[in-house]
């Protein structure tokens, strides 16, 4: 079993930003993909960002060049870095882990809120 607890939403102004962290603790295999979806109002849940053990990334392309996924030294963590935040950024953001051929595991989810 893999847990994620993810922190750091919040209400932010359009062009602040913020970092969204996420803790898997459990039985984490060594080779795993980490990210964020996210999910707004009348739309399926959607692909942020993504990142594999070995570092590489993927990014949807409404947030790249804008957002930075990254992992800690340790592998249990990963970083969603949001800057030049948009309104349409305002979702819910859940933090994923996959291991190969394994189970997928959510977090519980984060608001994320972009206004004036």
């Known amino acids: 079993q893999v847990q994620l607890v993810e922190s750091g939403g919040g209400l932010v102004q359009p062009g602040g930003s913020l970092r969204l962290s996420c803790k898997a603790s459990g039985s984490i295999f060594s080779y795993n993909t980490m990210g964020w979806y996210r999910q707004v109002p009348g739309k399926q849940r959607e692909f942020v960002a993504r990142i594999i053990t070995s570092g590489s990334t993927n990014y949807a392309e409404s947030v790249k060049g804008r957002f930075t996924i990254s992992r800690d030294n340790a592998k249990n963590t990963v970083y969603l870095q949001m800057n030049s935040l948009k309104p349409e950024d305002t979702a819910v953001y859940y933090c994923?882990?996959?291991?190969?051929?394994?189970?997928?595991?959510w977090g519980q989810g984060t608001q994320v809120t972009v206004s004036s």
């Open positions: 994923y882990y996959r291991a190969t051929m394994g189970d997928d595991y």
